[in-house]
């Protein structure tokens, strides 16, 4: 089949006008997705058969050098704007040394017509080929299908270049730039450069708009201030990996966690230092979310949620408590901290066989422990009693990264604080004794030195209060009364094997020693005269 050249050429020229205005018109510099780049090469791949039509009206430098040199000029933008979408670092040299050559060959051989055409088409080839050779290394980078329209056009112009090499072998060089006269070469190159040239300005721009689109469904589930996933990404992920978990019998943790006293931050320092605050704890939680399923998500205000499939609640509770020791360890300043710098309270909690009914409820058990957490004192982690599995020693390792000493829980009364951490030491031995499995009876010994060590504790510190004047004394007094028969009393059950050791274990690491010796110790602090 042979068509009409002349009103082929036209048509050439008339769409490449057409596509270059259109993509120059949407192109948008603030996006650098390298439409202009474009625009600009469809417009130079215009002007180029602009200058071969004129052939016979012009001189040859214009009909033959000038129209070869923007056709390569076409092809060295149209790797520009390549590299601009990817946003890597254009090789110039690479790019645009072609450019040069053509135009020097050209001049050189413009006599010669078979030479020039052969050695032109070469580099031209050569020009697609890198073309080519770079969207095959990023082609992991480009979503959608606009890729595929591209390089189809990019590769139908090598094909064409390389059936202009066949009719210069075969002796059809002249026939080739007849604009008068109908070949086949003539008609498929023709209708190959149109077909390549609707590919290349459609391909372009759909892989502009696909990658727009998947930076708008980024954006979507994109926390903007922190870079964490949002809220709905978060409720998203939450529930894939719950229904996951369910069915395949695994284990999922769900980390919860506040900044403590945040609004004290921002009233003091300003909400710019607030967001730096957050941006920064942002980026400590991201980093603990070190495997590919784990999602880093900012659940609102100060608070955010770190999901982590396959975790149960000892691995949860390991990333918990190193992510409570990064933030700390970042040291941005608190003054209205008891620690004097920002630290975060956490809640943990983990699927198991017990009795979570869907994501919401996982969440509020991680929400509650997140509040046990606050309550007692801040800068801790607190586990979700349900996330451990079944049996007398499920509940007691809920407890157990709780019970570490710090500075900011001083008094500055020397007796009180060295009592304190003393009772400390005794439940985490405790704890070791029943995590260990010993027999009842050595555990039941324990516990009664445990309790004779707290009486003796809270007799001592009766006296420091009241010698202090604190106003509560007496109300501290009864408090500490309570504590000890309620103690005794669930020691003596234990024995009888009526209450289990975990139920035991909490009441004396959590109501006496966590809630107590934290919280409401804290309110005769001010009453005290520091001791050295």
């Known amino acids: 089949m042979q068509a009409h ?29 390298g439409m202009l780049y474009w625009a600009a090469g469809l417009f130079l791949h215009t002007l180029a058969y602009v200058c071969f039509g004129l052939r016979g009206q012009v001189n040859d430098f214009v009909s033959i050098v000038l129209s070869n040199t923007l056709l390569s000029g076409a092809l060295a933008v149209f ?20 450019v040069a050559l053509v135009f020097l060959i050209f001049i050189i051989l413009l006599d010669q017509l078979s030479a020039r055409i052969l050695i032109g088409v070469l580099v031209f080839m ?18 959608g299908r606009g890729k595929y329209f591209l390089a189809t056009g990019i590769a139908v112009m090598t ?22 006269q109908s070949s086949l070469i003539q008609t498929l190159t023709f209708l190959g450069a149109l ?13 502009s708009k696909e990658r727009a689109d998947e930076l708008n469904q980024i954006l979507a589930t994109r926390d903007d201030l922190t870079g964490l996933a949002n809220r709905r990404r978060l409720n998203e992920v939450l529930a894939s990996e719950w229904s996951r978990a369910n069915r395949s019998e695994q284990s999922l943790g769900l980390v919860m966690m506040d900044i403590d006293q945040f609004k004290d931050y921002n009233d003091h320092y300003g909400h710019q230092a607030g967001d ?30 770190l999901i982590l499939p396959d975790a149960d609640i000892n691995a949860t509770q390991r990333v918990a408590e190193s992510l409570r020791e990064s933030v700390e360890s970042l040291n941005l300043a608190h003054i209205r901290s008891p620690s004097g710098r920002i630290t975060i309270s956490i809640g943990v909690a983990a699927l198991t066989d017990a009795c979570f009914r869907d994501p919401d409820d996982l969440l509020r058990a991680a929400d509650a422990a997140l509040y046990r957490a606050k309550r007692d004192g801040r800068n801790q982690v607190q586990a979700a009693p349900e996330s451990f599995p079944s049996g007398p020693h499920a509940r ?42 010993r027999e009842t009876e050595e555990v039941a010994a ?15 510190e009766e006296g420091i209060i009241t010698a202090a004047a604190y106003p509560g004394a007496a109300a501290h007094a009864a408090q500490h009364h309570a504590l000890i028969d309620k103690a005794i009393t669930l020691a003596s059950h234990f024995r009888a094997g009526t209450l289990s050791l975990g139920e035991l274990f909490e009441y004396l690491a959590h109501d006496v020693v966590a809630r107590h010796l934290l919280s409401m110790d804290r309110e005769f602090f001010p009453y005290l005269q520091p001791q050295s």
Not at 79 to 98: C, D, H, N, T, V
Not at 132 to 137: A, G, H, N
Not at 195 to 207: D, E, H, N, R, W
């Open 5 to 33: 050249i002349p009103t082929m050429f036209m048509a050439i020229i008339l769409v490449g006008t057409v596509l270059a205005l259109s993509v120059g018109a949407v192109a948008d510099r603030s996006q650098r997705d």
């Open 276 to 305: 730096e605050c957050l941006q920064r704890v942002a980026l400590a939680i991201q980093s603990s979310a070190q495997r590919a399923g784990d999602l880093a998500a900012r659940y609102g205000g100060e608070e955010f949620v």
């Open 446 to 460: 324990l516990v009664q030195v445990f309790i004779a060590d707290v009486a003796q504790h809270f007799e001592d």
């Open 126 to 143: 050569v020009q697609c080929l890198l073309a080519l050779s770079f969207m095959w290394r990023k082609r992991r980078q480009t979503a």
């Open 159 to 180: 094909a064409l270049l390389a059936l202009r090499i066949v009719g210069v072998v075969r002796g059809a060089a002249a026939a080739m730039l007849s604009l008068t």
């Open 396 to 437: 007691v390792s809920a407890k157990l990264v709780q019970l570490v000493w710090r500075p900011a829980y001083e008094s500055g009364n020397r007796v009180i604080d060295d009592q304190h951490r003393e009772l400390f030491h005794d439940v985490n031995a405790l704890l070791g004794a029943m995590l260990s499995e």
């Open 195 to 207: 077909i390549s040239l609707l590919l290349l300005a459609i391909g372009f721009v759909l892989m």
């Open 79 to 98: 790797a520009e704007g390549m590299y601009a979408f990817y946003q890597s670092k254009p090789p110039r040299r690479l790019i645009w040394a072609p």
